[in-house]
């Protein structure tokens, strides 16, 4: 069972930027590619970024590129999300998930954390 642990997400002005952090507990976290996704009041919950177990392959969603960048610290089992340029259409609940499938769906991952707010103000 691997447990994850979101940080990070605040109340942000347009244009800001905010690191979010992804803590795995319980297992091997260096054998699982993780995900961020997002969701929004009345979307469906919606891939943001994946990273590889080895940290040498991301994937990111058209909306994001360019502004975000998904990192990982093995040895931290910690991944990370930095978001730069943030709109208010980011505005969302973010959570982290991780699975030993290289995904964009959410039925790609295995184990989900309680996600982190974050809000962007106009």
């Known amino acids: 069972q691997v447990l994850l642990v979101e940080s990070g997400g605040e109340l942000v002005q347009a244009g800001g930027s905010l690191t979010l952090s992804c803590r795995a507990f319980?297992?091997?976290?260096?054998?699982?590619?993780v995900g961020w996704f997002r969701h929004s009041p009345g979307l469906e919950r919606a891939f943001v970024a994946l990273?590889?177990?080895?940290?040498?392959?991301?994937s990111y969603a058209d909306s994001v590129q360019g502004r975000f960048t998904i990192s990982r610290d093995n040895a931290e089992d910690t991944v990370y999300l930095q978001m730069n340029s943030l709109k208010p259409e980011d505005t969302a609940l973010y959570y982290c998930?991780?699975?030993?499938?290289?995904?964009?769906?959410?039925?790609?991952?295995?184990?989900w954390g309680q996600g982190t707010q974050v809000t962007v103000s106009s």
């Open positions: 998930a991780a699975g030993v499938r290289v995904g964009v769906e959410p039925n790609d991952y295995d184990y």
């Open positions: 319980g297992y091997s976290f260096s054998t699982y590619t």
């Open positions: 990273i590889t177990q080895d940290g040498g392959s991301t």
